[in-house]
């Protein structure tokens, strides 16, 4: 809320509309030795013990789970705005969609995974900008604009029988899509499937047979640790990039790769594809397996026809990463 409070009387508007008003209700705590919170915390209770909008705004202290509880039950907004890239998760938000809240957060931790546009909406981050200063009033601005411009006039958008159609149709999307996607049951069978159950699996193959595939997977790591510093991708060609390149437009990808006294069957070599950033690197990266198609000079040649996840200024390389049988995951070799 103290990045609300950098224009306090264009909030105090917003509060005392009388054809769109609005209630926050704020909770929190700040650590004992954490002053710099426990000052945002005094400014949050200076202004909402105003008595022009002490009706409009109310500060909850001892902020704890069983507060929390009511809190996710009653509101129709959950506003979060961490400075990016901080936020470690917010599974707060979480709990509030599951409930038929709307998020309004800056894509930070659990949001930025999980927004899709319609499930609630995105407060845009100035996090390239270098002024502390000049972040938070860039910040402040783009959600007051939100506000005023998304958020209530969709809440206030009444049909006939007084239904906030637009407001209910995106809390329908949310439980729809977004609410599977946070359960705690999701996470713990993807915990299962995808890790727990496959170690379980690749430990079993490894003690089988007085422990036979212990020692293949020790002559495995061997190989790769002596052969691995001749291993390099010497060339990659890609066609079929268009000058627009647009989410799904297919590229094909061409690798030469010399593997020096490994096998292709010791390998994986995976296309990565993302977005370039200012810097030059590669963002929100996908990768696609790609296919041995013979030899060529002493080098392997491997192909793949992918997608482009992403649009805009894309770029791709291709890796190399150790593969066995009985590995669960690359990164076991450390």
Known sequence: ????????????????????????????????????????????????????????????????????????????????????????????????ALNGGLNLSIRDGWWDEMYDGENGWAIPTADGVLDDVRRDDLEASALYELLEHAVLPTFYDRDAADLPTR??????????????????????????VDYYAPSAESARAVVADDFAGAREVAEFRRRIESQWPSVAVEQVDGSGLPDTPEIGATISLKAKVRLGGLSVSDVQVQAVLGRVSPGEEL??????????????????????????????????????????????DASELG
């Open 167 to 192: 407001w209910v149709e995106r809390v329908r999307h949310t439980l729809e899509n977004l609410g599977p996607k946070v359960l705690a049951s999701r996470m713990v069978r993807d915990y299962a």
């Open 1 to 96: 809320l103290t990045l609300m409070l950098r224009d306090p009387e264009r909030l105090r508007a917003m509060l005392l509309d009388e054809k769109r008003p609005v209630q926050l209700v704020v909770a929190g705590k700040s650590h004992p030795a954490d002053d710099g919170g426990k000052a945002l915390i005094q400014q949050v209770v200076r202004f909402a013990d105003e008595a022009d909008v002490r009706h409009r705004i109310v500060f909850l202290p001892d902020y704890d789970m069983s507060m929390a509880r009511y809190l996710y039950w009653g509101c129709d907004v959950w506003l979060n705005n961490p400075l990016r890239p901080l936020e470690a998760c917010g599974t707060s938000g979480m709990k509030s």
């Open 283 to 328: 963002t929100d990266v996908v990768t696609f397996p790609m296919t041995h198609f013979g030899a060529e000079d002493g080098t392997e040649i491997f192909e793949a026809e992918v997608a482009l996840p992403v649009s805009g200024s894309v770029g791709y390389t291709v890796r190399v990463l150790p593969h066995h049988r009985l590995l669960v």
